[in-house]
C-alpha cells in the first residue's frame, strides 16, 4: 500500500507559507508523500486566508474547486485550516458539507494526527498559530524564505480582524528562532524575511521588555546569512536600538517596512492607529538615512475627508518610501471600523487609490532613475532565455519591483548572488548589466 499523497495549498499572507511548510514536515514524518499535482493527491489541505473580502472569496472559490474535483474522485479527502474556518466556524461546514474536516488557526499544527485518526473533525476553538516551524519542507529551492518569530496581535487597529483570527501576541524564544535560522542557512539560505502580525512587539510578552534588536543581533550573527530583512514593523514600536542594529550589522538589509496605513491624525484617529506617523517616519529618515522603507496605506476610510485625503497624498510626494502597498479601504462586518458612519462610495475610494498610486510612481521613476550608474549585490530568482530576473537588498520578495539583467552569457544559475549595474528603468523596474559583462565591454542589446 504506497503512502498517501498529500497536497497542500497555501493562500493569503506569507506566515500562512511558513506554517504550510511546517505541516508538510509533518506529513513527511507521519509517512505521507507531498506532491504539487491536486490531480494526483488522496488528501488536499487548503490553509486558507480571510483577511479582507477578496482574500475570503479566493479561499471559498478554491474550496469549491476541489469540491468539483472530488464530485469525479470520492475517495479524495478535503481538509480546510487556518483563518476562513477560525471566522465562520460552522457556517463554513454548512455551506461546504464535502469538506472531510477543518481546524482554525490555533492548531493546524495537529492536523496530521487528526487526519490519521480517519475520521471527521472540526476544531476552530483556538485562534492563534504555529509556532513550531522545526520541520520545514521549504516551498520553493530559491535561497530566500521567511522566518515568523510570533504569532497574534495585541492590537486594536480599527478596520483589521487578525487579532480576532490570531489571539493575543506570542513571541517565540530567541533560541527557537536563531536555530531555525542556523538550519535554514545549513540548507543554503542566504535570505530570511522576518515575519509576523507586528514584528516590533516582539519579547514583550516573554521577556517583557522589546527585544527584537536583541534577536536581531543574534541572527546577524549567523555569517552564511547574506541579507536578514524586517517586514511588518509597527510605527511606535521601532526604537532607536532595533535601527542602531539593522543600520549596523552588515548582512542586516537597510530596509524596513512600515505600515502607517495614513498620515492625517484625524483618520489614524478613526483607524486607532499611531497618530505620530509622520514624526516617526520623518525621524528614521533623518537619522538614519541608508535605511529604506516600505509602507502600507488604506485609502478611502470612512470619514477620510478631503483635507485629510490631500495631507496623505502631500506626504507621498515628500518621497519618504522606496515601495508603497496601497489599499481601498474593505469593510468588515466584524470590524469596528465597520459601525462607522460616513462611509467613502466605492468608486470614490478606488479613484483615491489610484491617485495615491500616481504620486507614488513619480517616486519610483525618480528613485530608480538616481540608480542608473550605480551597482548592487543581485539575487538572481529566474532566468529566461537572455534575461535574468531577480531583486537587491532594497527590494523584498513578492511584494517589491524586480530588476531585469541582459545577459551576454548564460554562466549563472538562479539562486546566486552577482554584482550588477543599474543601467536604465522600465515602469516600476530596474534594467541592469552584470558588472562582469559591463567590465568586459560587452554593449547591452
Ligand atoms: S497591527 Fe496589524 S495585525 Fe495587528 S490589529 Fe493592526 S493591522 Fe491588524
Same mark, same amino acid.
Given at each position: ?6 497536497? +497542500? ?45 477578496? #482574500? ?15 464530485? %469525479? ?37 495537529? +492536523? /496530521? ?41 495585541? $492590537?486594536?487597529?480599527?478596520?483589521? +480582524? ?64 547574506? *541579507? ?37 491624525? $484625524? ?18 529618515? %533623518? ?32 518621497? $519618504? ?35 495615491? #498610486? ?27 532565455? %537572455? ?17 531585469? /539583467? ?18 536604465? +528603468? ?12 559591463? %567590465?568586459?565591454? *560587452?554593449?547591452?542589446?
Amino acid at each position: 500500500m504506497s503512502n498517501q499523497k498529500v497536497a +497542500i495549498i497555501t493562500l493569503g499572507c506569507s506566515k500562512n507559507t511558513v506554517e504550510s511548510e511546517s505541516v508538510a514536515g509533518l506529513f513527511l514524518k507521519e509517512g505521507f508523500d507531498l506532491t504539487n499535482d491536486i490531480f494526483k493527491s488522496d488528501i488536499i489541505v487548503i490553509h486558507t486566508c480571510s483577511f479582507i473580502k477578496d #482574500a475570503r472569496l479566493e479561499s471559498e472559490n478554491c474550496i469549491k474547486y476541489t469540491g468539483e474535483i472530488k464530485e %469525479k474522485k470520492p475517495y479524495l479527502k478535503i481538509f480546510v485550516s487556518g483563518c476562513l474556518p477560525q471566522l465562520l466556524k460552522n457556517q463554513l461546514l454548512q455551506k461546504y458539507p464535502f469538506i472531510d474536516g477543518c481546524v482554525g488557526t490555533g492548531n493546524f499544527g495537529d +492536523i /496530521v494526527k487528526l487526519i490519521k485518526k480517519d475520521v471527521f473533525f472540526k476544531n476552530t476553538e483556538i485562534a492563534g498559530g504555529m509556532n513550531d516551524s522545526s520541520k520545514r519542507v521549504l516551498s520553493s529551492s530559491l535561497p530566500t524564505t521567511y522566518i515568523k518569530i510570533s504569532e497574534g496581535c495585541n $492590537h486594536k487597529c480599527s478596520f483589521c +480582524i487578525i487579532p480576532k483570527l490570531r489571539g493575543k501576541y506570542q513571541s517565540r524564544s530567541i533560541n527557537s528562532i536563531v536555530n531555525e535560522a542556523k538550519a535554514l542557512a545549513d540548507c543554503g539560505i542566504k535570505e530570511i524575511n522576518i515575519i509576523a502580525q507586528d514584528t516590533t512587539s516582539y519579547g514583550l510578552d516573554i521577556y517583557g521588555k522589546l527585544s527584537l534588536h536583541k534577536l536581531m543581533d543574534k541572527l546577524s550573527q549567523i555569517n552564511d546569512l547574506k *541579507w536578514i530583512r524586517l517586514l511588518y514593523a509597527y510605527p511606535s514600536r521601532i526604537n532607536k536600538q532595533l535601527l542602531d542594529v539593522i543600520s549596523q550589522r552588515e548582512n542586516i538589509c537597510k530596509y524596513i517596512d512600515i505600515p502607517i496605513q495614513h498620515i492625517s491624525k $484625524h483618520v489614524l484617529k478613526n483607524m486607532a492607529r499611531p497618530v505620530n506617523a509622520r514624526e516617526i517616519v520623518e525621524n528614521i529618515k %533623518k537619522q538614519y538615512p541608508d535605511i529604506i522603507l516600505r509602507t502600507s496605506i488604506i485609502a478611502g476610510f470612512p470619514r477620510e475627508t478631503e483635507e485629510d485625503f490631500k495631507e496623505l497624498v502631500g506626504f507621498v510626494r515628500e518621497n $519618504h518610501f522606496e515601495h508603497i502597498g496601497i489599499f481601498g479601504y474593505s469593510d468588515q462586518k466584524n470590524a469596528k471600523s465597520f459601525n462607522l458612519k460616513n462611509k467613502i462610495k466605492h468608486e470614490l475610494i478606488e479613484t483615491r487609490k489610484q491617485i495615491v #498610486a500616481n504620486a507614488q510612481f513619480q517616486n519610483v521613476l525618480k528613485n530608480n532613475k538616481n540608480k542608473i550608474g550605480k551597482s548592487f549585490e543581485f539575487l538572481i530568482e529566474n532566468i529566461a532565455g %537572455k534575461k535574468a530576473y531577480g531583486r537587491t537588498y532594497f527590494q523584498a520578495p513578492e511584494i517589491d519591483n524586480n530588476v531585469f /539583467v541582459n545577459l551576454q552569457s548564460n554562466n549563472i544559475k538562479a539562486g546566486e548572488f552577482k554584482k550588477i549595474i543599474v543601467s536604465g +528603468i522600465k515602469d516600476y523596474d530596474i534594467i541592469a548589466q552584470l558588472e562582469t559583462e559591463k %567590465k568586459a565591454g *560587452w554593449k547591452m542589446v
